[in-house]
């Protein structure tokens, strides 16, 4: 990464996390409802592979913890926050919520409840891709409890037998909800389950945005040069519960104080300012400017927006006047 | 206008889709280099190449996901579920997301699916092999789902259904790939909602769907030369959504209605024609409504045992005949 580069993405990080950090606190004031993942300690996983892809040409999706895949694929901050406090003015028009943030202007093709469901989601929009006869890639982000499901084989075997272009991407943070990974997977190193379909693969540390965005580099170029698939597994942790409904009680403070020190923040702040590129002050500042932006121009967006009107109840359920319907284009 | 048979014109209608647009792709089991197992695709992969005539691995849910995944981006796939009993594993991807992404996506994305699948009992195939699942399509917003009882239906709704911009499913019947019927020569688009009157008369409206139209039929032809009953015969080839007006209609007319159904009776298309008559023309009736179903129970292996699991014309004879207190 260039150090401009590394700079603006520290600055986007932050931004991510302060971001997460209010819908928390939103949350607790009931402005935002349902179901709500946060992604506070895995930033540098979805900054690090969207750096090293294209976002808005290529095709970008994930699970329900989805917010910070769709503000870096180029969703408006506004747009997904509005969506979570069920407004109008909504990515969504308050249809989807938290865990159904959408873009498709921005080739973020959303956020999906089920978990596993966009494993051949993803394989067949990389089929579109190469029907089509374009160089875009589809990336899927999903956590590593979602590679006990059988879509996980079965998509994984369907993008190997026809090489897709498709990048899955693995966060692994050890749990699936209150379960850790050794109490519910055979095979813990999750990159390695992929060789049962000769997929190639690497596991690297999820907290370092560099080491990320070199090894999503590397898979990236893979897929796009109509290699096939290609497996990226990062190592990272969440440091909220894995949603607001979670005491977060399974997990040791020992445990969580050692990832506490690995924040993906801290490790490329720190860099910066031993590089010289950026003060501790500066740094501050930036803080101090985010923290402000959300609340006076984002949170501010989402409270006045307006409800969405009763008309949208039905407007989306089905396609509206398609002539199909009555049998052609009459 | 040609007798065909019902495999043949779903061919039809897939090579000359094909042929419009090459977005438009068929995936299934078998449906490639070994031409499908009900032929519906035979020659096409000949014709169009493993790019967009797929051979699937067995994997309902992957595939079904993959081509619901290449619909969000243009794709128009048709895709072919061996039996419908398989369908099952595809339903995650059919529900949660087919029928729910452009609802929960504000209008942002839509799953212009088709997915094709077998349902009914066959000959001697067993509880794993038998199952009627249109009651289950039929109860999930979002989703069409169409049941074609001949040739002509069968070419006309898969050509609409894949130009449509909705999922929809067509539900086929294991027995019914070697029908004949007249299919026009031209183009022919059927619209995916409706109803068909199938025969017309004045005393008793028979509703059936798919096989148990020909049911409702031949009971028609024996109530008429037999007892001097004149049954209309509705054919309620969109199950979802059904058709209120035609419902209404015919019973307007005929002022009784016997429902006729493959399927168990519990929350099934004879339940929902029921509630429909009752909220549209209850004071219409001169008796009350009836169902013929299949028995509550899993299909036997037994020839005998299985005969007598699902309705026959005799039985949609004898309900006409109590309903009319005539037995
Ligand atoms: C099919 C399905 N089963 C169960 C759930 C409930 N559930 C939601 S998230 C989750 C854990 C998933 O963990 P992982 O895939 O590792 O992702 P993470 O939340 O850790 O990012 C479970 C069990 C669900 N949403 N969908
Ligand atoms: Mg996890």
Request: glycine letters at 10%; charged letters at 25%; a negative charge.
């Amino acid at each position: 990464m260039k150090p401009a580069d590394k700079k603006r993405v520290l600055k986007e990080m932050l931004f991510a996390r302060r971001f997460e950090e209010r819908c928390y606190e939103a949350y607790v004031e009931r402005k935002i409802g349902g179901f709500l993942h946060l992604y506070s300690g895995e930033e540098a996983c979805a900054y690090g592979v969207l750096e090293a892809a294209k976002p808005g040409h290529d095709y970008v999706m994930t699970s329900y913890r989805d917010h910070i895949h769709a503000i870096k694929s180029g969703v408006s901050p506004k747009a997904v926050m509005a969506e979570l406090f069920a407004k109008e003015t909504g990515c969504c028009k308050g249809l989807g919520g938290s865990m159904h943030i959408f873009g498709a202007e921005q080739r973020f093709m959303g956020g999906y409840a089920l978990v596993g469901g966009p494993f051949p989601l993803a394989a067949g929009i990389a089929k579109g891709i190469k029907l089509k006869g374009g160089d875009e890639i589809c990336i899927c982000f999903l956590g590593d409890a979602a590679n006990n499901q059988g879509v996980f084989h079965e998509s994984l075997n369907m993008a190997k037998v026809w090489d897709l272009p498709v990048l899955y991407v693995c966060e692994n943070n050890l749990y699936g909800i209150g379960t850790r990974i050794e109490r519910s997977t055979a095979v813990v190193d999750q990159y390695k389950r992929v060789g049962a379909y000769d997929i190639p693969s690497a596991q690297v540390d999820g907290q370092d945005i560099e080491t990320v965005y070199d090894a999503a580099k590397i898979a990236i170029d893979h897929v796009r040069s109509g290699k096939g698939p290609y497996f990226l597994e990062l190592m990272t942790y969440r440091y909220r519960g894995h949603s607001m409904s979670d005491s977060n009680a399974y997990r040791t403070k020992e445990e969580e104080q050692l990832w506490n020190e690995r924040d993906p923040l801290n490790i490329l702040r720190d860099r910066l300012v031993g590089a010289g590129e950026i003060t501790v002050d500066e740094y501050k500042q930036w803080d101090t400017e985010i923290i402000a932006e959300i609340e006076d121009d984002i949170i501010k967006f989402a409270e006045e927006s307006p409800e969405p009107s009763a008309e949208l109840l039905d407007k989306y359920v089905l396609a509206e006047n398609d002539p199909w319907v009555r049998g052609g284009a009459k | 206008m040609a007798e065909i048979m019902y495999w043949e014109a779903l061919r039809r209608a897939h090579d000359e889709e094909m042929t419009r647009d090459p977005l438009v792709i068929c995936m299934g089991e078998d449906i490639g280099v070994a031409g499908g197992t009900y032929k519906a695709t035979n020659g096409l992969f000949d014709k169009y190449g493993p790019e967009r005539v797929i051979d699937t691995p067995i994997s309902e849910g992957g595939y079904t996901g993959l081509g619901i995944g290449a619909s969000f981006v243009g794709v128009r796939p048709i895709i072919e579920i061996m039996s419908v009993n398989f369908a099952w594993l595809a339903m995650d991807q059919v529900f949660n997301t087919a029928a729910k992404v452009r609802y929960m996506s504000g209008g942002q994305l839509e799953a212009p699916v088709v997915v094709r699948s077998p349902g009914g009992t066959a000959h001697q195939l067993g509880a794993q092999h038998s199952a009627r699942m249109e009651k289950v399509f039929m109860g999930v917003a979002g989703l069409r789902v169409v049941t074609p009882s001949n040739p002509r239906q069968a070419y006309g709704l898969l050509k609409s259904a894949v130009r449509c911009n909705d999922p929809v499913f067509i539900n086929e019947h294991e027995l019914m790939y070697n029908m004949k019927g007249d299919v026009p020569d031209e183009e022919y688009f059927m619209p995916l909602e409706g109803s068909e009157v199938a025969r017309e008369g004045i005393d008793v409206t028979l509703f059936g769907y798919n096989i148990s139209v020909h049911w409702c039929l031949a009971a028609a032809e024996i109530l008429a030369s037999k007892h001097g009953i004149n049954a209309e015969v509705i054919d309620l080839y969109s199950l979802s959504p059904l058709d209120r007006e035609g419902i209404k209609a015919s019973v307007s007319k005929t002022h009784r209605a016997v429902i006729v159904e493959e399927a168990e009776p519990a929350v099934g298309v004879g339940s929902e024609v029921m509630a429909i008559i009752n909220e549209e023309c209850f004071f219409e009736l001169d008796a009350p409504p009836v169902r013929v179903s299949a028995k509550n129970v899993p299909i036997p292996y037994n020839h005998t045992l299985e005969k007598m699991a699902i309705p026959t014309t005799q039985d949609v004879v004898d309900a006409v005949l109590k309903q009319f207190g005539l037995s």
